[in-house]
């Protein structure tokens, strides 16, 4: 058998297998110490010696004409060293993420509150800030466009030179009319959902040098370092080699570290360093990164849904609004997202969806955790329950009865094949007891009359990785030293799941040796190959099958020596434990470090790129049918509640959570998104809210804003693994990063509504909104 | 960052048990003083407006926002970082056992935490659950959900 062949087969025999050697098995991050220690790591505390600063003069309109920029009296100030305006960009003035439609600084046209206008370099922040207050911006005020409704009519004002509504995405199943004909009950709601920030802890910074050679190195906090290398290139208008953008010590990510924003600081510090010669170092406040950090798009999704007198559904009509602010970031994209699973995960013979994206004058919505997820299952979710509630069934049975099984096709006709979704369910129905809770809670709340008691559940599905959001590959490097370590290196980053920490246990399954043997190098983009975009929960499943690549070819490469000493052929050999051996017998064996330096004595080269790209997806724009995703990560979510109904607060006691992974690779990391995810998630429920008052954020702060602190975190978070391998993903995983996030919204929603007998359908359930639906139930009641 | 004022009065106290003396603008706060002047980049920015808590070190043994904490307040005063728990250049059990309890992600929220975990340990070794939360209710996490820095501080309660 040649080295290929063996390479195959052991593979294959290894993604098969059930008992594996280090995958599921708990691998510690290996960063987390340095963290403990407070040792430098992220982009701020790397900035040494003299360096200028620089910060962006930000618009204080919504939408508004510039009709002049005199920078004369800033210039002026001591200290001050530069000021650059669209002008002096020497490249493009285009920042935006995809689709080229935002400058970096405005040109003539401000379209939402804080964009920015102008950049001042100066020595020392104080100096920076108070020549921003000098550099004089003459704006002429325009009608701000407040909500999306309000763009999409005919003659509303323009925000940008094109039609305020971006996409219109359509979904077209069966027979709409027909469907509706055969139903017996017919449930009719509106839903609200708010804008909402990602926020990652630390705010958006960067730090630029010229070397000597004259290029640019560029080190900042981000989830897609060649995403910011591309636009920075662009922008300065040098050559590619002229740029490095190295990813530091990322505090955070979940979108926003994805969008439009890393650009833009990158893209300032660059500039100017460009402009003088220095290093240069630019950081957002807390302010300036609550108002213009991509935002969780706020949506208004109407449904109609037709079922049978015994709860099957038959039809489904959906309009979903997205309002994306400016610009148009990703939200194209997330709209799609959203209208793909705008039924949630249940069999409808006959759907009828119209997603729209839409520009406002809001700040702009894009990437974060979850694209547009959360909001459709928020909104299904809860007409599922308005449907069990109408036919006087258990949100239970309604689900059982229209759950997405093998051989369900989805809302886009794509065949579900395998079981993960019924199993989940199965698990937290059961895990929670669920019926017992609710009977139990039902009569608690008969006689309590103050603190009212609920139960909710929700399910997911989620179409994994890119799909039809993009070109789905990785690459991923990695090399042997002549002592035997292993250096993986990926433009896949970091930001504190713990994700890369996957794909180091990937190659040392492969390789056979401890993952203590294994270590990841920082992205950097002079070092490595682009691996697309470190987004949509992508760096296990398909960053892992890049990984595997490689660790293959070089198992294949040392199997070929070791067969060749040990006198066997390649596919005898196992390796484990650091030794390779023939067929296990470890007297028959040599260690994995004196094989690394036998082949490199013989000129074997242990330097290799794997690669792996996702089969592309494929579906009819005009009527959204086909297969959009190459497999679906299913979960289910039960909340228990505490509504104090005096108050309006919600507490959340308990979480009953079961996600299919397809295959836990890292379980430390999957409990880490699980844990943080459902808490994020939790946020967005109850508090988190971004509120524009005629454009403008009222609250870019972390009093204004409000996140949950260790008193919100449920007394208990129950998580429950369940593999269901999926059809792409390395080993069978499937994406796992985001999906915690999806439910909370919905599962704690409908436990309130169990809690005080009325649904919600406006988040955040804050405790004014709480108080107002009970008081209209209790007055519908007299 | 660095501020270009030219006035600059001088400080003196206890850092990591050892006195020192800083020459700095007035206005300066404690956190801008460790990481600008004296380059102690363990103590972190998340909002420098006392809402998050990254940059909690101790004064005097009880937990401050170094954010919202003057320069003059800290005059003669002893204050502990992060950087000063080390002992024999091991870490701290509270660091150890945030390590340990998989209570870090991203670790931007981390050293705060720790901070806010001595302070609360110094005064009542022996905290309930209830009692630890409320400790920590002044430093938030993005990342963690709380529970494993829940399990990381009760790790080593007494
Ligand atoms: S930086 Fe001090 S509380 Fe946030
Ligand atoms: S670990 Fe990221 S904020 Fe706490």
New binding site residues.
């Given amino acids: 058998m040649s080295s290929e062949e063996e390479i195959l087969k052991r593979f294959a025999a290894i993604e098969q297998a059930r008992e594996f050697y280090i995958i599921g098995k708990k691998v510690s991050r290996v960063d987390a110490l340095d963290a403990v220690l407070g040792r430098p790591m992220y982009t701020g505390d790397l900035v040494t010696g003299d360096f200028l600063f620089v910060k962006a003069v930000r618009s204080p309109y919504a939408h508004a004409l510039i009709k002049g920029i005199d920078i004369s009296r800033a210039l002026k100030q001591r200290g001050i060293e530069a000021v650059i305006t669209h002008r002096d960009i020497p490249g493009e003035n285009d920042a935006g993420s995809l689709i080229p439609d935002r400058p970096l600084l405005a040109v003539d046209k401000v379209r939402h509150y804080g964009e920015a206008v102008a950049l001042v370099v100066g020595s020392g922040i104080e100096t920076v800030e108070e020549a921003i207050r000098l550099v004089d911006v003459e704006y002429e005020p325009l009608p701000v466009v407040k909500d999306p409704f309000e763009a999409m009519k005919p003659d509303a004002p323009r925000i940008q030179n094109r039609d305020n509504i971006v996409t219109h995405f359509k979904i077209r199943k069966g027979n709409i009319e027909e469907g509706f004909s055969k139903a017996d009950i017919i449930v009719e709601n509106t839903y609200k959902t708010q804008f909402m920030d990602g926020l990652p802890l630390e705010t958006e910074v960067a730090y630029a040098f010229p070397e000597k050679d004259g290029r640019i190195t560029c080190i900042s906090s981000m989830q897609n370092p060649f995403d910011v290398y591309n636009k920075v290139v662009k922008i300065l208008g040098v050559g590619p080699e002229d740029v490095r953008v190295i990813q530091a010590a990322t505090g955070g990510g979940f979108g926003p570290k994805s969008d439009e924003t890393p650009i833009d600081i990158a893209a300032y510090a660059c500039l100017a360093v460009k402009k003088t010669g220095k290093p240069a170092f630019a950081v957002f406040t807390?302010e300036e990164a609550t108002t213009v950090q991509s935002k969780r798009h706020a949506f208004t999704i109407r449904h109609k849904t037709g079922a049978t007198r015994d709860g099957k559904l038959v039809a489904w009509k959906s309009e979903l609004v997205a309002d994306t602010g400016a610009y148009i970031s990703k939200g194209h994209l997330v709209i799609a997202r959203a209208t793909f699973h705008c039924t949630g995960p249940y069999e409808v013979p006959h759907v009828w969806a119209d997603g729209y994206c839409v520009l406002t004058n809001n700040t702009i919505a894009g990437s974060t955790r979850g694209f547009g997820a959360p909001q459709a299952h928020f909104a299904a979710e809860l007409q599922m329950d308005a449907l069990a509630k109408k036919l006087g069934i258990d949100p239970v049975e309604i689900r059982a009865r229209n759950i997405l099984r093998p051989g369900s096709l989805t809302a886009t006709s794509q065949r579900i094949d395998d079981a993960g979704l019924e199993i989940c369910f199965g698990k937290v129905v059961e895990t929670a007891r669920w019926h017992q809770k609710r009977r139990e809670y039902e009569e608690l709340n008969r006689t309590s009359s103050r603190i009212k008691k609920g139960i909710g559940i929700a399910l997911l599905y989620h179409g994994n990785t890119l799909g039809p959001e993009g070109e789905d590959f990785a690459t991923v490097h990695v090399r042997i030293e002549e002592d035997g370590s292993v250096v993986v290196q990926t433009g896949l980053t970091e930001y504190g799941t713990g994700a890369l920490t996957s794909l180091v246990i990937i190659v040392a399954e492969i390789l056979g040796i401890p993952a203590s043997w294994v270590r990841m190098e920082r992205p950097d983009t002079s070092a490595v190959t682009s691996s697309g975009p470190t987004v949509a929960s992508r760096t296990t499943v398909i960053g892992g099958r890049a990984a595997a690549d490689a660790a293959t070819q070089l198992r294949g490469r040392l199997a070929e020596v070791a067969a060749g000493l040990l006198g066997c052929s390649p596919d005898e050999l196992v390796f484990k434990d650091g030794v390779v051996s023939v067929g296990g017998d470890r007297r028959r064996g040599i260690g994995f470090r004196e094989l690394v330096s036998e082949a490199s004595r013989r000129g074997v080269e242990l330097r290799v790129r794997g690669y792996y790209i996702a089969p592309p997806t494929r579906w009819d724009p005009e009527t959204g049918q086909g297969a959009p995703y190459n497999q679906y990560t299913f979960g289910a979510l039960v909340s228990e509640v505490e509504v104090d109904t005096e108050t309006g607060l919600v507490v959340v006691k308990r979480m009953t959570a079961a996600y299919d992974a397809g295959r836990v690779i890292n379980p430390l990391g999957l409990l880490a998104v699980i844990e943080g995810g459902s808490i994020q998630g939790l946020g967005h429920a109850l508090t988190e809210e971004i509120i524009h008052e005629n454009g403008v954020v009222v609250n870019p702060s972390?009093h204004g804003y409000i996140i949950p602190t260790a008193s919100e975190a449920p007394e208990w978070i129950e998580p429950i693994a369940v593999e269901s391998p999926g059809r792409i993903g390395a080993f069978g995983a499937k994406a796992m990063g985001e999906i915690p996030v999806v439910l909370p919204m919905a599962s704690i929603a409908n436990a309130v509504a169990h809690a005080i007998g009325v649904f919600i359908r406006e988040t955040p359930l804050k405790p004014e909104r709480v108080l107002k639906a009970i008081r209209e139930a209790e007055r519908k009641e007299r | 960052m660095r501020r270009g004022s030219a006035v600059v009065k001088r400080f003196s106290f206890v850092l990591n048990g050892k006195p020192v003396e800083v020459e700095v603008p007035p206005a300066y706060t404690l956190?801008e003083t460790l990481r600008n002047v004296l380059h102690l980049t363990g103590t972190?920015?998340?909002?420098?407006?006392?809402?998050?808590?990254?940059?909690?070190v101790l004064l005097d043994g009880r937990a401050v926002?170094?954010?919202?904490t003057l320069m003059a307040q800290v005059e003669g005063r002893s204050v502990t970082t992060v950087e000063g728990l080390l002992r024999d250049s091991s870490p701290d059990e509270v660091q150890s056992a945030y390590a340990e309890s998989g209570a870090v992600q991203c670790g931007y929220c981390t050293p705060?935490l720790i901070m806010a975990t001595k302070a609360l340990l110094m005064s009542n070794p022996n905290p309930s659950v209830e009692e630890v939360k409320e400790a920590l209710r002044?430093n938030?996490c993005r990342c963690t959900g709380y529970a494993k820095i829940l399990e990381a501080v009760l790790r080593v309660r007494r």
Avoid: V
């Avoid at chain 2, 926002?65 to 919202?68: D, F, K, M, V």
């Fill in positions: 807390r972390l | 956190l972190k920015d998340g909002c420098g407006d006392g809402d998050c808590g990254a940059c909690t926002h170094s954010c919202l705060g002044g938030l």
